[in-house]
C-alpha cells in the first residue's frame, strides 16, 4: 500500500520544494535556497501558511526573505541565482492581482537573461464560488484566463495548477526546467488561492529527495571535426566569449584555449571577466560598447567563434562588424537555437567540453605570429587610453563618471562584485573596466532593466557573504526601484550602492541627440533650484550616506564605504551629460532607426548619418 501524507497544495509544494537538489561536477547544491514574499490574501493562507508549517531550517525547511516590491524580488533572486553559477535560486511568492502582474518584468529579465527563478503567483479561486472576486480580471470571452497569463509569453514554463494532484507533474516540471542548461528561465506556477488551501492525501515519493543533474555534453565528432578544420583554416580568427562560458565554469578552460592557438579573445557583456583583463588574449569587450581593438579584429576576421553568446545587436553592431566579405561564423553552443546563428558551423555541447574537446583537435595549431603581436600591441594602446579616462588629476573637481570607475578600480580586489544593468554605466565599464576574477562584472544587459541593480546586489551579497558587492546606479535607475534599501538594512546585508547623479537619463539623452530627438524629456528640470535630494532620501530608508562633492571627497568616500559592514551609500554629482563618460567614444554602430523624413534639422542630418551606417549591414549566410 502506498504510504501517503495528507497536506495542504501549498504545503505540499514547499515541501516538495526544499528536498530538491543540484549536482554539477560531484558537487551537490540546493535547488530551492529560500523564497521571497510580499502576502495578500491571494496566498498568505495557503503559501504563507506552508512557510510557517515546514519552518525556516536551512537543510529540510525553506527560509523566508520578506521584499518590498515584487518586480524586486524576482530581481534579487536572479542576482542571487547567477552568482550560484545557476545551481541554485531563490522562489517567489506573491498574492493575486497586481502583485502577481509586478512579476513580468523580473519574469522577463530572467528569461532573456537564462537564469532559473521560481515564480509562485496566487490566483483567482479555481472553484468560482463568486465570480468576480477581488483583484480579479474579467474576460468575457475566456473564463480560463487571469492576470497571471501575461507571465506566460516571458516564462520557460508555466502551469495553472487547478486540482491539487496536478500540483505532481508540473512540480516535476518545473525543477526539470529550472535544472536544464538550456531551457531555464522563468519558472511560473499560477497556485489558485482556494488549491493552495486544498488538502489531498499524497504519496511519500513525491517528498523524496531528488537529484537534478546539470548536463555537460561533449561535441559530435562530426561538428569538432569541421570546426577544427575551419579553425585550422582560418588567419585572423577571432573568439567571443558570452555569458555561456560563464555559466558552464569555462573560464580556466578558455584561458587554456587562447594560450594554446594564441587566438584572441573578445567578451560581451555578459561574458566580461572570462579571461582576467590581462591576460594577453583578452583584447576587451566587443560591439557598440567595446574597445577598439576588439572591433578593429572583428572587422577583420575570417572566422568568429561565437562561444556561449546569442550575438545580439550590441555584439554583432547590428550586423555591421564584421566585414570581412569571406567571414565565417563557427557558433559553440549548449543551444543548438544559437549554434546556428549567422549561419554558422554550429558545435554544440557545453562550454567547458566543446573547448578542450577543440583545443585537442587543434594540438600543434597556433595563430600566424604577426597577428598575435598586432593584437597584443593594439590592446596596450587601449590600455593607455583607459588610463587617461581614469586620470583624475584634480582632487578638488567634480569627478566625471569615467574617474568614479577608475578610483573604484584602485581600490578593488578579486573578491569585489560591481552590479549594473542600464543608462550610460554599462556602455562605460564594458569599455573600460578591468575584471580581476570570473565572477567580478556582474552587468545586466541582456534586458537591461532600470532598477535591477539594487536588489540584485541584495541577491547576490547573500549568494556571495563576506564578499564586497557594489550596486552602480544613475539617478533615473536610482527613482525606478530603491525599494530594497529597505530589506538589505532589515536583514543586515552590507551591500555598497554608488548613486552616480548626472540629473536625467544621460544614456538615453545622448542617443537622443545623436538620432535627432534634442534630448527631449531626458533632463530632469525643476522650475527652481532642485529640491529632490537622493542622498537624504537614502539615508531616509536607513542607509549610511557618504556624499561626494569631489575628486578627492569620492576616494575617500569609496574607501570608507568598501570598509563598512553595513549598508552605505556614495552619493555622486558627476560633471554635465556632455561629460558623463569621457572615455573613448562607441567603435561601432548600434541601430536605432531614425525619422525618414522630418523638418527639423538634427533629424535630417541625423537621418543622413543612419542610411550611411546602415548601409554597411549584411547578412551572414
Avoid at 252 to 280: S, Y
Wanted: net charge negative; glycine share 8%.
Amino acid at each position: 500500500m502506498t504510504r501517503t501524507r495528507r497536506l495542504t497544495t501549498a504545503q505540499a509544494l514547499i515541501a516538495f520544494l526544499a528536498r530538491q537538489y543540484t549536482e554539477r561536477d560531484g558537487r551537490r547544491t540546493r535547488l530551492i535556497a529560500a523564497t521571497w514574499g510580499i502576502f495578500g490574501h491571494g496566498n498568505v493562507a495557503g503559501i504563507g501558511q506552508a512557510l510557517l508549517e515546514t519552518g525556516p531550517d536551512p537543510d529540510h525547511g525553506m527560509p523566508f526573505l520578506q521584499g518590498r516590491n515584487e518586480q524586486a524580488m524576482v530581481h534579487a533572486a536572479v542576482g542571487y541565482a547567477r552568482q550560484s553559477g545557476r545551481l541554485s535560486t531563490h522562489a517567489v511568492t506573491t498574492s493575486i492581482g497586481p502583485g502577481a502582474t509586478n512579476l513580468v518584468t523580473g519574469a522577463a529579465l530572467a528569461t532573456v537573461n537564462r537564469i532559473p527563478v521560481l515564480l509562485l503567483p496566487g490566483d483567482t479561486f479555481a472553484t468560482r464560488p463568486a465570480d468576480p472576486v477581488l483583484q480579479q480580471l474579467e474576460v468575457p470571452t475566456a473564463g480560463d484566463v487571469s492576470v497571471n497569463d501575461t507571465l506566460r509569453p516571458v516564462s520557460r514554463y508555466f502551469d495553472r495548477i487547478t486540482r491539487p494532484e496536478a500540483l505532481v507533474p508540473a512540480a516535476l516540471q518545473a525543477a526539470r526546467v529550472l535544472t536544464d542548461p538550456v531551457a531555464t528561465g522563468a519558472v511560473t506556477l499560477a497556485l489558485p488561492q482556494d488549491v493552495q488551501a486544498e488538502a489531498h492525501d499524497w504519496p511519500e515519493e513525491f517528498f523524496a529527495e531528488r537529484v537534478w543533474t546539470i548536463r555537460r555534453p561533449r561535441p559530435d565528432r562530426t561538428e569538432l571535426r569541421a570546426a577544427a578544420a575551419a579553425v585550422r583554416a582560418a588567419e585572423r580568427p577571432l573568439l567571443i566569449a558570452g555569458g555561456g562560458i560563464r555559466h558552464s565554469g569555462a573560464e580556466a578552460e578558455l584561458a587554456t584555449f587562447a594560450e594554446a592557438t594564441g587566438i584572441p579573445v573578445a567578451v560581451t557583456q555578459a561574458g566580461k571577466g572570462a579571461l582576467r583583463h590581462d591576460h594577453p588574449a583578452e583584447v576587451g569587450g566587443v560591439g557598440h560598447t567595446g574597445t577598439a581593438t576588439a572591433a578593429d579584429l572583428a572587422r577583420e576576421a575570417d572566422l568568429v567563434i561565437a562561444a556561449g553568446t546569442r550575438l545580439t545587436d550590441f555584439t554583432t553592431a547590428s550586423n555591421t562588424l564584421f566585414q570581412e566579405p569571406g567571414v565565417r561564423f563557427l557558433g559553440l553552443n549548449l543551444d543548438p537555437y544559437d549554434a546556428h546563428k549567422a549561419a554558422a558551423l554550429p558545435l554544440v555541447g557545453d562550454a567547458r567540453e566543446s573547448l578542450a574537446a577543440l583545443r585537442e583537435a587543434l594540438d600543434g595549431h597556433r595563430v600566424p605570429a604577426p597577428y598575435e603581436d598586432g593584437y597584443r600591441l593594439a590592446k596596450r594602446h587601449w590600455e593607455n587610453l583607459v588610463d587617461r579616462a581614469f586620470h583624475a588629476p584634480d582632487p578638488t573637481a567634480r569627478p566625471t563618471q569615467a574617474q568614479l570607475l577608475g578610483l573604484l578600480d584602485t581600490l578593488v580586489g578579486e573578491e569585489d562584485i560591481l552590479i549594473n544593468a542600464a543608462g550610460s554605466l554599462p556602455g562605460d565599464l564594458h569599455k573600460l573596466w578591468r575584471a580581476r576574477s570570473p565572477l567580478q562584472y556582474h552587468v545586466e544587459y541582456g534586458y537591461s532593466c532600470m532598477g535591477y541593480e539594487i536588489p540584485a546586489a541584495l541577491g547576490t551579497a547573500l549568494a556571495a557573504p563576506g564578499r564586497p558587492v557594489w550596486a552602480l546606479v544613475g539617478d533615473g535607475t536610482y527613482l525606478m526601484n530603491p525599494t530594497e534599501i529597505v530589506t538589505a538594512v532589515q536583514e543586515g546585508v552590507p551591500l555598497k550602492l554608488v548613486i552616480v547623479d548626472n540629473s536625467g537619463y544621460a544614456s538615453i539623452g545622448g542617443l537622443s541627440e545623436t538620432v535627432g530627438a534634442e534630448r527631449l524629456g531626458t533632463d530632469f528640470r525643476f522650475p527652481a533650484a532642485p529640491t529632490v535630494d537622493l542622498a537624504a532620501n537614502a539615508a531616509s530608508l536607513g542607509l549610511r550616506v557618504l556624499r561626494a562633492h569631489t575628486v578627492g571627497d569620492l576616494r575617500e568616500a569609496l574607501a570608507e564605504a568598501r570598509s563598512s559592514d553595513r549598508p552605505t551609500c556614495v552619493y555622486a554629482q558627476t560633471q554635465t551629460p556632455d561629460t558623463v563618460s569621457g572615455p573613448p567614444p562607441a567603435q561601432a554602430w548600434w541601430d536605432v532607426p531614425v525619422a525618414e523624413t522630418a523638418t527639423r534639422a538634427p533629424a535630417v542630418k541625423a537621418r543622413e548619418e543612419y542610411d550611411r551606417q546602415a548601409a554597411a549591414r549584411r547578412r551572414h549566410l
